[in-house]
T-cell receptor, first 114, second 110 residues
Framework: DAGITQSPRYKITETGRQVTLMCHQTWSHSYMFWYRQDLGHGLRLIYYSAAADITDKGEVPDGYVVSRSKTENFPLTLESATRSQTSVYFC?????????????FGEGSWLTVV | KQEVTQIPAALSVPEGENLVLNCSFTDSAIYNLQWFRQDPGKGLTSLLLIQSSQREQTSGRLNASLDKSSGRSTLYIAASQPGDSATYLCAVTGDYKLSFGAGTTVTVRA
């Protein structure tokens, strides 16, 4: 039961560098999401994807890029990291169905931009 | 834009006491509502999912109610245990996207 895995779990990078956070799910869920969690803001949606090659912006997409060439992978790239992007990033997946769309989260990626 | 509020932000109770966690949302046009648990340094684990047509869901010591018309949900945890200490988040789904509350951090004292 591999579920949904994120890598790296912890990353320190410098301002201006490009960083990619990886997300892989083994359930073939249609929907995948990237959230960031910050004190005082809770979880905010960055980007989501309804299927391979279909992505859309969430609440806070600026400074981020996503792609979804395969159903199971949904990488998140920070093109030029800024200190304000220091956060915990969560990937999630779900499959709409009769039972509702319970969402499953990865363990998170802790990113520090110095 | 959907706004989700959780009150209180933190709660400390002695072991054995029942817990009542509140969640309110501004837009009643939701698909469902979910309650999650988050342990420090960990991801989120789904506890209960209530469809918009349902009034409540139960799982073991957990019971969640939903009043869509008033934009409220309540999570009840019976006979709390120290292992229930965590942050509890509610989230409402519209269009397959979740909007989260900031969470209630619960401490159960032994």
């Amino acid at each position: 039961d591999a579920g949904i895995t994120q890598s790296p779990r912890y990353k320190i990078t410098e301002t201006g560098r490009q960083v990619t956070l990886m997300c892989h799910q083994t359930w073939s869920h249609s929907y995948m999401f990237w959230y960031r969690q910050d004190l005082g803001h809770g979880l905010r949606l960055i980007y989501y994807s309804a299927a391979a090659d279909i992505t859309d912006k969430g609440e806070v997409p600026d400074g981020y890029v996503v792609s979804r060439s395969k159903t199971e992978n949904f990488p998140l790239t920070l093109e030029s990291a800024t200190r304000s992007q220091t956060s915990v990033y969560f990937c999630a997946s779900s499959e709409p169905g009769r039972g509702g769309n319970t969402i499953y989260f990865g363990e998170g990626s802790w990113l520090t931009v110095v | 834009k959907q706004e989700v509020t959780q009150i209180p932000a933190a709660l400390s109770v002695p072991e054995g006491e029942n817990l009542v966690l509140n969640c309110s949302f501004t837009d009643s046009a939701i698909y469902n509502l979910q309650w999650f648990r988050q342990d420090p340094g960990k991801g989120l684990t789904s506890l209960l999912l209530i469809q918009s047509s349902q009034r409540e869901q139960t799982s073991g010591r957990l019971n969640a109610s939903l009043d869509k018309s008033s934009g409220r949900s309540t999570l009840y945890i019976a006979a709390s245990q120290p292992g229930d200490s965590a942050t509890y988040l509610c989230a409402v789904t519209g269009d397959y996207k979740l909007s989260f509350g900031a969470g209630t951090t619960v401490t159960v004292r032994a």
